[in-house]
């Protein structure tokens, strides 16, 4: 599979950027999880890529991914990611998913919101949430993107909504309190995040 241009078409409406290998990572690795697989990114060397990425399993290597060298898209306007994968792991049998109740106690829904560099994108958000080890988090959407004055020239803040949820019992506010303060962590460690309170 490839990406390459914007992510959505061009609108007064909405903000459009332009994909990068973060992008195709995230689909690669929602593909992957249909099949239960999970991979660790480890950055190599290959022919073909100016920087490419190898999917790491258990027992194999699934694939490759990044971009293309610019000598083979040279007739493209933008950069060419590619991610070619190894399918065969994708179609061995695996053990179906078990139906899980939803929960009887309250979910509680928290905002936070974070000044990033302008060069961070969403992708990488999403990957430091998706790789964050937070049990109670059971969603996340974003509610705000700015940019101005209250925020230094190189830098854009994002406010995300955070639904959590425990299965177990009804949520104390020490437990909200460690939940977003692993989230904080996460991000101020993958990203390089502030924390705008």
């Known amino acids: 599979m490839w990406l390459t241009g914007y992510d959505r078409p061009a609108s007064?409406?909405?903000?459009?950027?332009?994909?990068?290998?973060?992008?195709?990572?995230?689909?690669?690795?929602?593909?992957?999880?249909?099949?239960?697989?999970?991979?660790?990114?480890?950055?190599?060397?290959?022919?073909?890529?100016?920087?490419?990425?190898?999917?790491?399993?258990?027992?194999?290597?699934?694939?490759?991914?990044?971009?293309?060298?610019?000598?083979?898209?040279?007739?493209?306007?933008?950069?060419?990611f590619f991610a070619e994968i190894n399918v065969e792991p994708?179609?061995?049998?695996?053990?179906?998913?078990t139906y899980q109740a939803p929960s009887k106690y309250p979910a509680v829904t928290r905002d936070l919101s974070i000044a990033v560099p302008q060069t961070t994108r969403f992708g990488d958000i999403e990957h430091a949430i998706s790789n964050a080890n937070v049990p109670l988090l059971r969603g996340y959407a974003l509610i705000d993107h700015y940019k101005g004055k209250s925020l230094a020239k190189d830098q854009k803040s994002?406010?995300?909504?955070?639904?959590?949820?425990?299965?177990?019992?009804?949520?104390?506010?020490?437990?909200?309190?460690?939940?977003?303060?692993?989230?904080?962590?996460?991000?101020?460690e993958k990203i390089k995040a502030t924390i705008r309170e």
């Open 12 to 80: 007064w409406e909405h903000h459009r950027r332009k994909m990068n290998v973060t992008d195709l990572q995230a689909i690669v690795k929602r593909l992957c999880s249909c099949a239960d697989l999970s991979f660790k990114v480890k950055t190599v060397t290959h022919d073909h890529y100016e920087m490419c990425f190898a999917l790491v399993g258990d027992n194999a290597i699934y694939g490759h991914l990044g971009q293309v060298k610019a000598l083979l898209t040279s007739s493209m306007e933008d950069p060419v």
């Open 158 to 188: 994002y406010t995300l909504r955070f639904t959590l949820q425990s299965h177990r019992s009804t949520l104390k506010e020490k437990n909200i309190a460690h939940a977003m303060e692993q989230l904080r962590r996460v991000f101020n």
């Open 90 to 97: 994708l179609l061995q049998p695996r053990v179906l998913p």
